[in-house]
């Protein structure tokens, strides 16, 4: 049991050099690469100053005073030494010297050796080990002596053999004794080995939940990659099936025509045979009979005397006429077949055969977040503006519209601080860093610091949600019918956009720009977007009511990829990310419910070119897209 038990962790504890488990006369010693390997056999690879790691290549700078002991891999291999204390047999460390093979029963902590009983008798007599700690194999295996085990052992000092380490100095970063702060460390800014220790630890604690962040970070990422190759695996061997389906399909159906043609040829042959074998029995027949007479003259005129050929000319005359009176038979009229073959290079191959588009990206979830909310509360608007994420939540008039806030968030989603904002419709950040803010139709737009600060009030800027164009202009769109207008920084009015909904208007609507100026707007009352020019001129409609292909059903936020322009658009109710050229014109269906949309209430792009996207009920979303 306790072989096995070893052999499962014995390359942890084994030196890959000389393939030796490690011990008192093999110390493990640690590369920067966190690899081991025992003093004897690291010290052949050393170089100078340096050494280079036999695992990895990577190199390590060997600092004063040699290689750092691996503390943990020790540790780790007493700790499983003392659970297998109980399992197996251990002899006694002392007595070998005189050739003996006792069984020990007690560990010294501070001498690290096993003792048998006669030796621990002698152990607890001498001077110099008359107050070490021995704990019996039991006391090891039960594991309520951790805490004692760790403080028992000692460290000494390497400048100082016969010192412990008790300080550490801040200055040059190394554990020393105490005459190290009255020689080699004097002026140096020294501090009591515990307190340095616990300083380290709350670094190490905290880089042990960085860590932790980024394993998860890593797993979703893992997660999402591995639901990716399912989709291409799944998706390529349906695309092929249906592929070979279809080429059977043509194949089946060309053979039946084929078979068909040909049966109609050979029943057309018959008939037209049948039209023509009567006229060539007669043809066959007259030239039979001339053929004959022919010859009889021929021969009437070569063989007979003059007065043979009066006698004998004319019945052969006679006939001979009668035969050159008779009427030619008339060839009948018939239609030969014709069979005209279309080049294999001239056929539209791919609209028989269909066509495999490539071109859609598979995105990858690289984070994902999720913000608590409260009863009422929902989240509504997304910006990323370089090193943060601003996310908006909403909550309806009759749920408490003092809740309403702006979340920013660092870039891998996580929660940095809040800023509360009464009665708020929407947000845009500034070129400056600032935050603006609308509070519909009837206030104003207020420019707020990240940390919540009043900045300045335009109280003639009015609107429901806003973005800022090409050109650092307020772009503000409301539900009302002030449409859209456009103001500068400093609230002066600048133009204004008809833009009007067909149904009644009960929902907010969402507008975005792209970099050539135009202004599109998601109209969920009207289940489409509408863009227009910077002039205000209306492009193209696009969408209708439905769940198919350029429908939607309530479209809510959308935004523009900023080097293809195109529009992606969230529809909300159908779980799913449209996106549309800059043009108008339908490409694809980005993500849908199969990949884990949930009402999907707006979308933005980094400036990295991840798409970053929230859903209603608190998650956010960053995706890794490929163009």
């Known amino acids: 049991m306790a072989t096995s038990k070893i052999d499962q962790i014995e390359d942890q504890f084994t030196c890959s050099i000389c393939q030796e488990k490690y011990g008192k006369l093999k110390i493990p010693k640690g590369l920067k690469c966190l690899h081991s390997f025992c003093e004897d056999c690291i010290s052949e690879w050393a170089e100078g100053s340096q050494v280079t790691c036999p695992t990895c290549r990577v190199v390590t700078k060997i600092p004063d005073g040699g290689l750092r002991t ?37 560990k010294c902590l501070q001498c690290h050796d096993f003792l048998c009983e006669r030796c621990q ?84 604690n905290d880089l042990v939940q960085q860590a932790e ?22 998706n390529t061997q349906s695309v092929n099936k249906d592929m070979r389906k279809n080429r059977d399909k043509l194949i089946k159906q060309l053979t039946e025509q084929v078979e068909t043609y040909v049966f109609l040829l050979l029943c057309q042959k018959e008939d037209q045979l049948k039209m023509i074998m009567p006229c060539q029995s007669e043809l066959e027949v007259q030239m039979a009979y001339l053929q004959s007479a022919k010859e009889f003259l021929e021969n009437l005129m070569k063989t007979c005397s003059d007065a043979e050929m009066l006698l004998t000319a004319g019945q052969g ?74 996310v908006g939540v909403w909550s309806n008039p009759k749920d408490k519209p003092e809740t309403r806030k702006i979340v920013i968030l660092d870039e891998e989603g996580r929660k940095q601080t ?62 009302g019918p002030n449409g859209v207008s456009i103001y500068n920084l400093e609230g002066k009015w600048v133009k204004k956009i008809n833009d009007r909904s067909e149904s009644k208007v009960t929902i907010v609507k969402h507008i975005t720009t792209n970099t050539s100026g135009d202004i599109i707007i998601s109209d969920p009352n009207d289940d489409c977007i509408r863009a227009y020019n910077s002039q205000g001129q209306l492009k193209f409609k696009y969408g209708s009511k439905g769940n198919g292909q350029g429908q939607f059903n309530a479209p809510n936020g959308l935004c523009t990829h900023p ?65």
């Open 563 to 627: 080097e293809t322009g195109d529009i992606y658009i969230c529809d909300f109710n159908n779980d799913r990310i449209h996106v549309v050229s800059r043009e108008g014109d339908f490409k694809y269906f980005l993500l849908t419910k199969d990949d884990g949309m949930n009402d999907p209430k707006d979308v933005c792009f980094s400036p990295d070119g991840h798409l970053v996207l929230v859903e209603e009920g608190g998650k956010v979303k960053i995706y890794k897209t490929r163009q």
């Open 418 to 479: 809040e800023i509360t904002r009464p009665n708020m419709f929407g947000f845009t950040e500034l070129p400056n860093g600032n935050i603006a803010v609308s509070y519909g139709p009837e206030s104003c737009v207020q420019y707020c610091s990240k940390d919540g600060q009043l900045v300045k009030e335009l109280p003639g800027v009015k609107g429901e949600r806003m973005i800022l164009n090409k050109d650092s202009q307020l772009v503000m769109c409301d539900t």
């Open 317 to 390: 005359e006679e006939r001979m006429k009668t035969l050159l009176q008779e009427a030619v038979p008339d060839l009948p009229s018939v239609h030969l077949p014709e069979y005209t073959v279309t080049p294999v290079g001239d056929l539209d191959l791919p609209s028989l055969c269909g066509q495999v588009d490539c071109s859609k990206p598979a995105p990858i979830l690289i984070h994902e977040g999720n913000i608590p909310l409260g009863d009422g509360q929902v989240l509504y608007q997304v910006e990323h503006t370089g090193d943060t994420i601003l």
């Open 70 to 106: 691996n503390f943990v891999i020790q540790n780790l291999q007493d700790a499983l030494e003392s659970t297998l204390l109980a399992e197996q047999v251990v002899h006694c460390d002392v007595c070998p010297g005189h050739g003996q093979q006792i069984q020990a029963v007690v």
């Open 121 to 204: 008798s002698a152990h607890k007599i001498a001077k110099p080990s008359r107050d070490h700690r021995l704990l019996t194999f039991k006391e090891l295996a039960s594991g309520n002596f951790k805490d004692e085990i760790r403080s028992a052992k000692v460290i000494y000092c390497p400048s100082h053999k016969s010192e412990k380490v008790e300080f550490f100095c801040t200055q040059d970063k190394v554990p020393i004794c105490m005459k190290c702060t009255i020689i080699e460390h004097k002026n140096h800014d020294c501090i009591h080995l515990d307190t340095a220790a616990n300083n380290l630890k709350s670094k190490l």
């Open 213 to 234: 962040s980024k394993l998860k970070n890593l797993i979703q990422i893992s997660q999402s990659t591995e639901s990716v190759k399912n989709k291409i695996i799944a």
